[in-house]
């Protein structure tokens, strides 16, 4: 497997110009990884069943033992202590295949910091190290990978059970991993241990077969606790299984607990689903390739050398590179180079100091038009317009701009570009880089415009509901974790106003300001002030308005795709379509996702997410929830996005 360049990441501690390895497949996961970082300090010993690339990645900082059967995959890594340990089958207690034990006994170390189940392959099973645990010390924490699968899980609650703790599982789905550990172990570093009892956890009850049982349990935890259960499929199960989570419980400690309560009065099967997301970990790896860092100016025009290319900025008169601090053009060339360019922010100290006033990435479109209407009115606006010829169109926006320069005193500056191009040099179509090159032309002008914080219109079906139809802790993203230290570094904190808000929101805030005839979402449309009405986002957007739509081979694409494309609004919006008597209109009765969702209670939408308003930078906090309070309530605790989550089988 080749190692490729990825983007640098942040630590808990700030910005780390690194880059790491490719994860997945069958190496350990980023996610795994990150965690492993998180619980043991450098200098550590790991032993790890199954080798991989992972392994490669854990020797940069700890001890690692690798007991590995395929002599292919005996020293891989230069720096790990291979164990060669042939398969072997046993016949007692019952027929099984695992590591030749007296190779294990033999060179294992005694005293692990951790253990990693990643092996033998799945396809031969993990199974038999059940049988095997006597071979090392279990006394430590262990870790299962693949914890997703039937196998895997059965394997973690099993050893859970011998050791006589939860297993507590991250990153749901099909690479989920779990861990088994007890509250006081030493091995854990007690950063960890405040980051779980700082963080939110939930308990998954199951697998259970009959749902008539699961209904029962369902009812007697409702009944005895008060809590909020939920009933969903059993992921990557295809007996058709049900399992019961719970609500959220803040802190390891609390969600422990009440695990332990169920299994001391119930024979089910009882896990801790966490929450918590540790930060992307660095991996020092040489860059393949080098970082070109040369802007120039030339009259009014901005120009940057990439490694491929050659890319342009035309900016307003009165702009000057001379007087333009050097932060803001590294991050702008972070946000436009870091996916292929590696160490970009290496070595480097930001100082950048503070402006006096927000700058706002306007597209034109609705949700961009509702967080400029929470802003302060002196909120400066720039629009990124592409200078070559493309399937987008600028009429729509130039139309609202031009409107809002008559009849509301705001101008908008438009900044011609043709960074969009570069994804071009890798094989991919025209667009923005990274989520931030969006707004690089505000980066940009943050000095010029004397900008204090950076805003675009990212509504909460971008936000918190991750790929739009599951919820996740936005605060804990890598999204969050990776931008939000970098902007405050620079003076440029992170402003997105409707972060808490659905499109039905952002929909509603802009027709309410007179504005919905003028923010079009639509970007095919050539004459102003019309929709194409045959793309994806007229059918989702401009129904909520009650446009009209036709039938496309895009949005018959998109109805049929699993998972379904923004999920829960598109379904709002499929529900803003029902005829008189609460029907699905003719026209959507053919897809089967549809029908499937019809009745789903998304009102919650119409409410804005408190929690959002915390991300807020403090000096704007306030006059952003007067506002908001203008146009709708708040969720009301317990959140109903909380444990969101359309397709639970279905692993990103």
């Known amino acids: 497997m080749k190692n490729t360049p990825k983007p640098m990441a942040l630590d808990c501690d700030g910005i780390l110009g ?13 996610q795994l990884y990150n965690l492993i970082r998180t619980i043991l300090p450098d200098g550590s010993v790991i032993l790890e069943f199954g080798s991989g690339e992972g392994t490669i990645a854990l020797c940069q900082n700890y001890d690692v033992h690798s007991v590995e059967h ?9 720096e790990a202590n291979y164990v060669h340990a042939p398969l072997k089958n046993y016949e007692t207690p019952v027929n099984h295949i695992w590591y ?8 294992v170390p005694s005293s692990p910091d951790l253990v990693l189940i990643d092996g033998p392959p799945g396809v031969i099973g993990r199974g038999g190290i059940l049988f095997h645990m006597d071979s090392f010390n279990c006394s430590t924490p262990i870790i299962v990978d693949d914890a997703g699968r039937d196998e895997e899980r059965r394997i973690s609650n099993e050893l859970a059970e011998e050791l006589g703790v939860i297993p507590i599982i991250f990153t749901e789905g ?95 099967e009882v896990a801790i689903i ?10 020092e790896i040489a860059s393949e390739v080098q970082p070109n860092k040369s802007w120039r100016q030339e009259g009014t025009v901005l120009y940057l050398e990439t490694p491929w290319t050659e890319i342009h900025f035309e900016m307003p008169e009165g702009w000057s590179l001379e007087t333009t601090h050097p932060d803001l053009l590294k991050v702008a060339e972070f946000v436009l180079l870091h996916p292929w360019v590696d160490g970009i922010l290496d070595d480097w100290k930001p100082s950048r100091e503070p402006g006096s006033r927000p700058g706002l990435s306007l597209s034109g479109g609705i949700d961009s038009t509702a967080a400029m209407l929470l802003m302060p009115h002196d909120t400066a606006l720039v629009y990124n317009e592409r200078d070559f010829e493309s399937g987008i169109k600028h009429e729509n926006a130039f139309r609202l701009f031009n409107h809002l320069s008559k009849e509301h005193g705001r101008e908008v500056i438009c900044v011609k570009s043709n960074h969009e191009t570069i994804r071009t040099n890798h094989g991919k179509a025209v667009g923005f880089s990274t989520d931030y090159a969006c707004a690089v032309q505000v980066i940009l002008l943050a000095d010029y415009l004397d900008l204090d914080s950076l805003a675009t219109g990212m509504p909460l079906e971008n936000s918190y509901l991750y790929h739009g139809y599951r919820y996740r802790d936005f605060k804990r993203s890598w999204f969050w974790r990776l931008y939000g230290a970098l902007f405050e570094s620079i003076g440029l904190s992170i402003f997105q106003p409707v972060a808490g808000c659905s499109e039905e929101i952002t929909n509603r805030i802009v027709k309410e300001n007179g504005l919905i005839d003028y923010a079009q979402s639509c970007i095919r449309s050539t004459d102003p002030g019309a929709v194409c009405g045959r793309c994806w986002k007229c059918f989702r957007k401009n129904s909520m308005k009650g446009a009209k739509w036709h039938p496309s081979h895009e949005i018959e694409t998109f109805l049929n795709k699993v998972p379904l494309k923004q999920a829960a609004a598109t379904i709002f919006s499929f529900q803003r379509m029902a005829d008189r008597k609460g029907r699905i209109p003719k026209s959507l009765k053919s897809y089967p996702q549809v029908k499937q969702f019809w009745n789903l209670d998304l009102t919650w939408m119409a409410k804005h997410y408190p929690p959002a308003l915390e991300l807020l930078p403090e000096k704007y906090r306030d006059s952003v929830k007067e506002k908001l309070a ?23």
């Not at 690194?18 to 980023?30: L, N, R």
């Not at 030749?100 to 060179?107: G, H, I, L, P, T």
């Not at 697998?207 to 969903?232: H, N």
């Open 630 to 652: 203008g146009y709708c309530e708040p969720m009301a605790e317990p959140y109903p996005i909380i444990g969101f989550d359309l397709y639970p089988n279905v692993t990103d």
């Open 18 to 30: 690194v880059v790491d390895m490719e994860f997945g497949g069958w190496a350990i996961t980023q």
């Open 274 to 283: 966490s929450e918590f997301s540790p930060p992307k970990a660095k991996i």
């Open 174 to 268: 099909k690479r989920a991993f779990a861990l088994l550990m007890n509250e006081d172990d030493e091995s854990v570093s007690s950063g960890f241990t405040e980051a779980l009892n700082g963080a939110l956890h939930r308990l998954r009850i199951g697998p259970i077969v009959d749902p008539l049982v699961a209904d029962a349990i369902k009812s007697q935890m409702e009944d005895d606790f008060g809590w909020i259960v939920y009933t969903r499929l059993c992921a990557n199960s295809g007996e058709g299984d049900i399992e019961l989570v719970t609500g959220t419980f803040h802190g390891l400690s609390a969600a422990r607990k009440r695990a332990l309560t169920l299994k001391s009065t119930n024979d089910w």
């Open 70 to 78: 395929d002599e292919e995959w005996v020293g891989h890594s230069t």
């Open 100 to 107: 030749d034990e007296e190779s294990v006994r033999a060179e």
